[in-house]
């Protein structure tokens, strides 16, 4: 039982946190608060300079294609790479130094789950004489994209658009890419508590739901379908 947290007696001494993924880095950024050393921040006695950003798809198309929902234990299909990317990384100074090179992907949109802006991929340190340049090559696997999804118990890739950005740190970005990513529909079991729109969406439900109830699919009136949407139903 916990003795800061008094309320927490009421769940049988559980704690619960909303924050969900929004934690470090993820949630300033969200915000946009300031911050005095964003994530990834480090300290050097030289600069450095990125280009040539260029994000290859492993399919060879021009478009980035994931598989269907992982289970935890198929780290084989977790570890798939779907894009390389590279970038070229100048040491501009007159000193010799290091940097790490950082890559952040985030999906564009809304989609089934909330997702933070941008989400560390790969990284990479790179040590450059004054006036050196360098290619690092970081790739981007199906887990990089992947969220975990609690009805499917299962990793899952969403189909959309996503942000590549390589840079020094979460805050300081200069390189950036939008891709198109495709991917299996997801499709969430059926349960007692879906909604009408679950079951409308569902590639099975749908259609036995239109087939058994025409007259409540399709000759809802607006003043119903309102209802329905007040009520988070469709």
Known sequence: RSTLFPYTTLFRST?????????GYRAFDAMSREVAYPF?????????ALSDLV????AG??????GGAMSPADTAAQDTVLATVRATVTNTGAREGAQVVQL?????????VQRAARELAGFAKVSLAPGESREVEL????????????????????????TVNVGFSSRDLPLAESIEVQAPPLVRPLKMDSSVKEWLDHPVGGP??????????????EEHTSELQSHELI
């Open 15 to 23: 704690n619960f946190y909303g924050e969900g993924v929004f934690i």
């Open 40 to 48: 990834g921040h480090g300290l050097t006695y030289t600069s450095f």
């Open 55 to 58: 994000v290859a798809p492993a």
């Open 61 to 66: 198309s021009g478009a980035v294609v994931a």
């Open 104 to 112: 952040y992907v985030g999906r564009e949109g809304t989609g089934h």
């Open 139 to 162: 790739p981007v696997t199906q887990r990089d994209l992947a969220f975990w999804d609690a009805p499917t118990g299962a990793w899952v890739v969403e189909a959309g658009r996503y």
């Open 208 to 221: 036995l739901m239109r087939a058994e109830l025409p007259e409540f699919v399709a000759g809802r009136s």
